[in-house]
């Protein structure tokens, strides 16, 4: 066994030793500015949650995503969970999960704070005991920037 010189007490392990800490002061650092990107992160990651859905999830996939949309999306939202709450619950189980293939950033202007983005989704349908096909589904997004925050004010499935 060759001796380094270091001393490791029972508790501790080589690497909770730092090696060579830097000093770096993060406040340094410029704000970090949303650009496309970001836009098209939102929405994917929307698409992926308003499309995957189960009717034993009381609708947490339209609710959850209200930080993530302006106030007339807020509304819809309300208004369209109200409407499936009120339908009859069959006891079959229903589900649809969604997975994002491409997103495309149709259109991007920061000063006016409007873009448009499209996202190519895959998703596949069960019912009951059944496993459906996949198949390919389009959502298109218009998303507004309030508060340095690009929101959601619009998003249309395309008709399979």
Do not use: C
Request: aromatic share 10%; net charge neutral; no cysteine.
């Amino acid at each position: 066994m060759v001796n380094s010189g270091a001393t490791l007490t029972p508790t501790t392990t080589p690497g909770d030793v730092y090696r060579n800490p830097q000093k770096y002061n993060v406040a340094k650092e410029e704000p970090y500015k949303l650009n496309s990107n970001d836009v098209a992160e939102t929405a994917k990651l929307f698409a992926e949650r308003l499309g995957s859905f189960s009717n034993q999830s009381d609708y947490g996939n339209v609710t959850d995503l209200k930080i993530f949309m302006t106030a007339s999306m807020r509304d819809w939202a309300d208004k369209y969970v109200a409407e499936l709450k009120a339908q009859p619950y069959s006891g079959v189980y229903y589900g649809i999960t969604t997975h994002t293939l491409t997103t495309k950033v149709l259109s991007y202007d920061d000063k006016t704070g409007k873009a448009k983005v499209e996202v190519i989704t895959e998703r596949q349908e069960t019912n009951a005991d059944k496993l459906g096909t996949a198949f390919s589904q389009k959502m298109t997004l218009d998303l507004v920037k309030s508060n340095n925050n690009w929101l959601v004010d619009n998003a249309v499935w395309e008709k399979k």
